[in-house]
């Protein structure tokens, strides 16, 4: 039978995980820490179950989080959601951003996504039978470019995607970028989906960005965020999504035919964990260290660092150490010096290749420490 994802094979994070393994190299590939979670957090996810909070919560999740994750979004950006009908629990953001694109977008409409952008986005929309349009960051400096983004838009354009902090940059949106998006949508109809995972890991003193401090971007927005980040449990996959009660409405038709609910403690040893703020707001100080030792560590090599100024991510530029594409070097890299990286190709529709690759800096800083001893031959 015809495939529904003809053009989809298996992820670059998996290919290159699978890599990393077979030649016993230091995993700065995939993104995920190397180091476990706040014991505290265990603790309350394992009092939930013990409580006997083992059975099917409600449709939209807990109510205990739903209302500290709105408390959390007012005391952050200003803006209050309603608990009850603005915000939804998720599977992790990958269930989010399938059930927001789902829920919103019809055969034929136009999604607007940025790239380099995540990978599931694209085959997200093509499940939808929308029609993706590409438009290119900014070539190194990965910044919106207004021009590109306005002429991308049609009748038809019926959702943008935007991601800050990004990954795989690991640029930020700036307020005055996101002044300029909410000016470009204002006459527009379009809805947005937000793809705000990584917004506790801002560096540098600067604030994040989120939509949800725009009334403009909010009123047409489904915000999203997760919790596998922010807490360091990539494996445990649950997010929020914060939008107005018409966007929430259709999305929570979609969500409760797709995975109906979310597990149950896990979300309510999160809603006891998230009353103390000291972990999230800790969390930037927390990564710039990591940033900051591995930059220190590639400074004087041949790779020449961009800018991190959120996520846990960091892009080098390999052209004074090759000429080589960037999945080249990154498999030499993996067979020959035993570190994985991603390629920047990898998140783009045509491959483009800018001689950038991602490294991942979520690693104990031994781990860190041995990636970079091998990196310094380079
Ligand atoms: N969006 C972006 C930009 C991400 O980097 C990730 C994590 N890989 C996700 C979404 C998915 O997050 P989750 O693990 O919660 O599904
Ligand atoms: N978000 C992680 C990354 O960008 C990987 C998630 C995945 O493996 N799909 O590396």
Not at 8 to 23: C, K, P, R, W
Not at 152 to 166: V, Y
Not at 217 to 222: P, V
Not at 248 to 258: I, M
Request: hydrophobic share 40%; net charge neutral.
């Amino acid at each position: 039978f015809p495939s529904r994802l003809p053009n989809v094979g298996t992820t670059i994070f998996t290919v290159m995980s699978a890599l990393a393994a077979e030649h016993k190299a230091v995993n700065l590939g995939q993104g995920f820490p190397d180091f476990g979670c706040d014991p505290a957090l265990i603790d309350s996810v394992s009092r939930a179950m013990q409580a006997g909070h083992n059975q099917y919560p409600p449709m939209t999740g807990v109510p205990a989080l739903r209302e500290v994750v709105a408390q959390k979004i007012e005391a952050l950006y200003g803006k209050r959601y309603d608990a009850n009908s603005e915000i939804t629990v998720a599977a992790g953001a990958t269930q989010a951003i399938l059930t927001v694109i789902l829920s919103c977008v019809s055969p034929g409409d136009e999604v607007i996504v940025l790239d380099p952008c995540y990978d599931s986005y694209v085959p997200n929309i093509e499940l939808a039978g929308g029609v993706p349009v590409r438009v290119p960051l900014t070539p190194k400096t990965f910044r919106p470019d207004f021009g590109k983004i306005a002429a991308a838009i049609t009748p038809k354009t019926r959702l943008l995607l935007i991601n800050t902090p990004h990954n795989p940059s690991g640029t930020t949106w700036t307020a005055q970028e996101m002044q300029q998006l909410q000016d470009l949508l204002a006459p527009t109809n379009i809805l947005l989906l937000a793809d705000e995972v990584y917004e506790h890991m801002v560096f540098d003193g600067e604030r994040h960005e989120s939509a949800s401090r725009y009334p403009g971007l909010a009123a047409r927005s489904y915000v999203i965020s997760s919790f596998g980040k922010t807490f360091h449990v990539t494996g445990w996959k649950v997010a929020t999504v914060a939008a107005p009660a018409p966007l929430t409405a259709e999305f929570r038709k979609v969500h409760q035919f797709n995975v109906f609910t979310v597990n149950t403690p896990m979300q309510v040893g999160l809603a006891e964990y998230l009353k103390d703020p000291a972990p999230y707001l800790n969390l930037p100080a927390f990564y710039q260290k990591k940033r900051d030792l591995f930059r220190a560590g590639l400074e004087g090599t041949r790779l020449k660092l961009l800018p991190s100024s959120g996520t846990y991510f960091q892009c080098v530029d390999i052209s004074a150490v090759t000429d080589a594409s960037e999945a080249e070097f990154c498999q030499q890299l993996v067979k020959d010096l035993g570190v994985a990286a991603i390629p920047l190709s990898a998140f783009y529709g045509n491959g483009f290749d800018q001689q950038v690759v991602r490294f991942c800096y979520a690693k104990k800083d031994e781990t860190l420490l041995a990636a970079l001893e091998r990196l310094r031959r380079l």
